[in-house]
């Protein structure tokens, strides 16, 4: 039956055009994907230190050197005559965390680690490649150059002196890293020697951590800064009305709270509050908060949140505070103590922002690569993260901060030959009262230089005034000039 017939060829027809499209689909997406890997995905791979591909790398090229803003040499590989590399390190500790080790054993760390993928790759002029193939030698790799200073790092690393602790410097308008300084610090050159003893940690230093990026820090009233933002976000238009009498200490439901040293402030307005960081002001001004208001304000500035630095290993920062809270631990929570934790970098990537204006620039510490003959491979861009502060509430802070240098807690910064911001802290640890890590975040203003922003965080100095402020200020004093 002819038309039962032509039927059937239809149906077979249409069964064949299915698989075919079916198997040229399949075929595209394989392409893509191939495609996709190949020049998305495989840096990443290649870029993961356990990957074995890369170790392939380092049998045809000479690890590349990497290389400070103003052209030191802060790692490099040597070969001797019968093949053996040494990778040499010849600041030592000085750059321990941020530029990190590369080891064969307990593989790489910092910019070792983060920009391992660019040191493996030559892209010397190709004769020099071939001849390099032919005569069975290693092509030189390309060089990192970042945006670390030595000289800074050096004045960084001495201003926090024998405290545990993290110091780190960041230019607010680009997020390029200056300096970023942690201790205890490790020797590079020496550290799969000593790989027993620091990894043992017998005195639970944790020399391996890098404080800036991955130690979490009760904030103490560097975490005013936040207090103060909030106070002006529920209340747009009155908080320049706030007034408040201090008697030194405050008491609410459960809780007590006093301010430092138990001295009463008297009448303060928010900027007086702010610039004396008097605590019971702001434990105060706290218990007037909606939490969940404040916790939404809190996520906004990265709370909670992979930091956006690329690379780098960041712990996140936490705020706990919810609503229904005790009085007690709201209190605690306006003077950054109770439960939230946070990061020295995370604080000073805030306080970038409001330098910037409210503009957060992902912070960046490879500038760009080359050839080991100069040739430009690779230049990363400032990158913007976002806007994390409204042009008024930056301007709003930035006049609090101020105000802490010229008629505050900051004092040690006043009268500098450039205008200085800041915040002090002195956050209560452990379970002794009086124990106290020493903070200080802040930048300056000079024309002619571009703005810095310094973060410093003394372990268990005890006031951040007197300790860590005076820190900061050997670092803006050295920067500008004095
Ligand atoms: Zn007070």
């Known amino acids: 039956m002819p038309k039962n017939k032509k039927t059937d060829t239809s149906v077979n027809n249409r069964e064949f055009a299915v698989i075919t499209y079916c198997f040229i689909g399949l075929f595209l997406c394989m392409m893509g994907y191939f495609t996709y890997f190949q020049f998305v995905k ?8 356990y990957n074995m591909r890369q170790e392939t790398f380092s049998t045809t090229i000479l690890r590349g050197k990497i290389i400070s803003a103003d052209g030191e040499t802060l790692a490099q590989t040597q070969a001797a005559a019968d093949g053996k590399e040494t990778r040499i390190y010849p600041y030592g500790s000085l750059f321990s965390h941020i530029v990190g080790y590369s080891t064969e054993k307990y593989g790489r760390s910092g910019i070792e680690s983060w920009a391992n993928f660019n040191l493996l790759r030559s892209h010397v002029f190709f004769l020099e490649k071939a001849m390099d193939r032919l005569t069975d030698k290693k092509s030189i790799g390309d060089d990192v150059v970042t945006t670390l200073d030595v000289k800074l790092q050096r004045i960084a690393y001495e201003a926090l002196g024998s405290y545990q602790g993290a110091v780190a410097v960041l230019e607010p308008a680009t997020g390029k890293i200056l300096a970023m300084v942690s201790k205890p610090d490790f020797d590079p050159n020496t550290i799969s020697n000593d790989w027993e003893t620091v990894v043992a940690d017998e005195n639970k230093a944790s020399v391996l951590l890098n ?10 009233s560097t975490f005013k800064i936040i207090t103060a933002l909030e106070f002006m976000r529920e209340n747009p238009v009155s908080y320049t009305n706030y007034e408040y009498e201090c008697q030194g200490s405050i008491q609410k439901g459960e809780g007590t709270l006093g301010c430092f040293g138990g001295r009463a402030h008297g009448a303060v307005d928010l900027t007086r509050s702010f610039a004396e960081s008097c605590n ?16 939404d304000t809190c996520k906004g500035l990265l709370f909670g949140a992979a930091l956006p630095v690329e690379k780098m290993e960041t712990v996140k920062s936490s705020f706990a505070l919810h609503s229904g809270a005790l009085d007690s631990e709201v209190m605690e929570t306006a003077i950054g103590q109770g439960k939230t934790l946070m990061t020295p970098l995370h604080m000073l990537m805030l306080t970038a922002a409001i330098a910037n204006d409210g503009t957060l620039m992902k912070p960046y510490v490879v500038d760009y690569t080359k050839t080991h003959e100069g040739q430009k491979v690779k230049e990363y861009e400032p990158v913007a993260y976002g806007q994390l502060f409204e042009k008024k509430e930056t301007e709003a802070l930035q006049g609090f901060m101020k105000e802490v240098v010229e008629n505050g807690t900051g004092s040690a910064l006043k009268g500098a030959g450039y205008e200085a ?12 009262k009086g124990d106290s ?5 802040g930048y300056a203003h000079k024309a002619g230089k571009e703005d810095i922003a310094v973060v410093v965080l003394m372990e268990g100095a005890g006031s951040g005034g007197t300790y860590a402020a005076p820190a900061a200020k050997r ?3 050295f920067y500008y000039g004095g």
């Not at 495989?42 to 230190?49: H, L, T």
């Not at 404080?211 to 103490?220: C, E, K």
């Not at 890590?437 to 975040?441: E, L």
């Open 280 to 295: 019971t002001s702001f434990a105060n001004i706290g218990l007037s908060f909606d939490e969940d208001h404040f916790a």
């Open 421 to 432: 911001y800041g915040k002090t802290g002195s956050a209560e640890y452990g379970a002794n």
């Open 211 to 220: 404080r800036v990026s991955q130690g979490l820090y009760p904030p103490g």
């Open 437 to 441: 890590h020493a903070w200080f975040v």
């Open 42 to 49: 495989s840096e990443d791979f290649i870029n993961n230190s």
């Open 475 to 477: 670092i803006f004093d």
